[in-house]
């Protein structure tokens, strides 16, 4: 997504109309170019759209101080016809923690700390999910809430800028299970670990505010 012409965040598509992000994505601006099956933002084909936004939510104890509820919605135009490249994204919801798991997360952004800008095609990396406890010791506990799910990439792999927003996916259900929220100041190459919201802590609010069924 480009905010306002002049940033760059990933989002997940979860239903033809909605969209969610980081509130440190959302906050503060006020138009969003989507672009929906991408692979190659250098070779877009006609399989890509691009959608704009007709309203945002950004959740009403988000705090930019600490990043905690770093999430928000985006409201599209027009609903979304879904393709082979398009489909929404199943949400978790429950207890479960997911300590231990495998899951993945997705985005265009820098490839390393020396980049200057987003890379143009999509790029993976798995991350081991680890205890809050442990991530606290990387963040402190002020970061690092019952809301926060942290991941922890092999050989200094990690999300870096411009994946903020994007979603992190349990490698075995396939559900989205957190939001790129924030990463170590040493970099993101440091071997530090991710921070992300936890989708399921605000899988209510979710549905209050789009009527989308989590189960």
């Known amino acids: 997504m480009y905010l306002d012409d002049n ?53 009403p104890s988000y705090s930019s101080l600490f990043l905690s509820n770093d999430i928000a919605l985006l409201n599209l135009q027009q609903d979304v016809p879904l393709s082979a490249s398009i489909q929404p994204v199943l949400l978790a919801s ?27 095609q999509l790029k993976y990396v798995d991350l081991s999910i680890i205890s809050n406890n442990v991530c606290a010791q990387s963040f402190g506990s002020y970061m690092v809430r019952a809301s926060t799910i942290c991941g922890l990439g092999s050989s200094g792999r ?8 994007g979603p992190l996916v349990d490698s075995s259900s396939g559900r989205q299970i957190g939001i790129v929220s924030f990463g170590s100041h040493l970099g993101c190459e440091s071997g530090s670990p991710n921070g992300f919201a936890r989708v399921s802590s605000f899988a209510d609010w979710i549905s209050q505010n789009t009527g989308l069924v989590i189960a």
């Open 7 to 59: 940033a760059f965040c990933g989002g997940s598509l979860i239903s033809t109309r909605w969209v969610l992000t980081a509130a440190h994505c959302a906050s503060g601006v006020s138009t969003f170019e989507v672009y929906l099956g991408a692979v190659n933002m250098d070779a877009r084909d006609d399989s890509v759209l691009v959608v704009e936004t007709r309203s945002k939510i950004v959740h």
């Open 158 to 165: 990690s999300a870096c800028n411009g994946d903020s927003g």
């Open 94 to 120: 429950g207890s479960n923690t997911f300590e231990g798991a495998s899951a993945r997360v997705s985005g265009w952004g820098k490839v390393s700390d020396a980049s200057t800008w987003i890379s143009p």
